[in-house]
């Protein structure tokens, strides 16, 4: 059994003085369309999100403020993972693994951790406590990529099945996740079902074997909506997916470079108006941004997509099948892609299916209080 080490973050001074120096120096492109995000993260926003994350904003205060969640490195199959592990607070609280995707981190779960682990200290039943465990995907954050290729969903998710029941000796648990943590999550529950007693997703994470039945109206539409996002927003993961090494060269170098290719996406995902800010603080975004930055992850993390669309393609478009495992879904009005619920019943063991009228792909950030509500509702009846 691996053994598990206690962590903490501890970024050096050097590190720090290195940041504000290149921050100083960031050379702006020319305007192309005022302050227009047609053609992207405009300059004159850039410019204002530079000069805070230089001047205002403190990664001190927000590494002690993760610092307070107990984190862990463990050794699984040859990979080390990085995971924040709270215990619940309740007569018995149920293991819930939860899996962020791209471009989050495991900062995602600080909003809902705390309702999740202790529901009676959040004006909830303490018998709907879970324990929660979050890890940083292998290439983000605290987990550094092994270097071998292969590193897809489906790894990602037997990885974390070892994590839950060798590692941490839960033989019986819960998944949830959005974005990639969707399509880990999953895997989970297609290849550990003799473990995972249901998945929560809140994005779709694998297609469906399209049989004889005709597609509905409703699922038509999904369809074209789903093909209208890849046509006008999914440049970013044909880069990620076919030269993630070039990109990197420009976002490992250019703190500037890399909040313009993350902050384009948190505004463009989110439920936001097109006010990122309306939404997400300039301190919670530069959080993630910063945990990209330090751990020189943003290569890496990309390679995520590289290696996705060679084996089992996003959203396992080249291996369609069905996931037997209990399946729960929240559907959030301003999701990139929002699926009805016959077509995410194609694809899986549905039991319970939720749409609501706000909120977009951060979940977890954007809409806590109605993703834990979710998570409690959907895990009740499984418990046991």
């Known amino acids: 059994m691996s053994q598990v080490r206690p962590f903490r973050i501890e970024t050096s001074a050097q590190q720090l003085t290195d940041l504000k120096e290149r921050l100083a120096r960031t050379r ?5 369309s005022g302050q227009d995000w047609t053609h992207g993260t405009p300059p004159g926003y850039l410019a204002e999100l530079v000069e805070y994350w230089h001047t205002t904003f403190d990664w001190r205060k927000a590494e002690e403020h993760l610092n307070e969640l107990p984190q862990f490195l463990a050794e699984v199959g040859g990979v080390t993972l990085h995971f924040v592990h709270t215990k619940g607070v309740g007569p018995h609280p149920f293991p819930l ?3 962020h995707g791209w471009p989050g981190s495991f900062v995602e779960v600080t909003k809902i951790i ?3 682990t202790d529901p009676a200290a959040h004006g909830g039943d303490p018998a709907d ?3 929660v465990v979050a890890p940083s995907m292998p290439g983000f954050g605290f987990s550094p990529h092994p270097g071998t290729p292969g590193i897809n969903p489906t790894v990602i998710g037997g990885l974390y099945d070892r994590l839950m029941t060798e590692v941490l000796g839960y033989p019986r648990y819960g998944a949830q996740g959005g974005d990639f943590g969707a399509q880990v ?3 989970i529950g297609r290849d550990h079902g003799d473990h995972v007693a249901g998945i929560h997703l809140n994005l779709m994470g694998a297609t469906p074997v ?3 039945a005709p597609l509905t109206p409703a699922e038509q539409a999904f369809v074209a909506q789903a093909e209208h996002f890849f046509s006008v927003e999914g440049g970013y993961a044909q880069i990620q997916g076919t030269k993630p090494a070039t990109l990197g060269a420009g976002l490992s170098d250019s703190p500037a470079g890399l909040a313009a290719w993350m902050v384009e996406k948190f505004r463009a995902w989110s439920d936001c108006d097109g006010d990122v ?4 603080s300039k301190d919670e975004l530069l959080t993630d941004i910063t945990l990209y930055w330090l751990t020189n992850t943003i290569t890496t993390s990309a390679r995520l997509y590289y290696e996705t669309m060679r084996t089992e393609g996003m959203l396992g478009r080249n291996t369609p099948g069905y996931v037997d495992t209990p399946t729960g879904f929240a559907s959030f009005a301003k999701e990139n892609f929002t699926p009805p619920r016959e077509w995410v019943a194609r694809a899986y063991n549905l039991q319970r299916f939720t749409e609501f009228d706000h909120g977009g792909h951060f979940a977890a950030l954007e809409r806590p209080e109605d993703l834990v509500t979710e998570i409690r509702e959907f895990f009740r009846p ?3």
């Open 210 to 212: 399209l049989d004889s």
């Open 97 to 99: 693994l939860f899996s």
């Open 185 to 187: 999550s999953s895997r």
């Open 129 to 131: 406590a879970f324990d």
């Open 277 to 280: 800010e309306s939404v997400f």
């Open 114 to 116: 705390g309702p999740l």
């Open 28 to 32: 702006f492109a020319p305007a192309l």
């Open 382 to 384: 499984l418990r046991a």
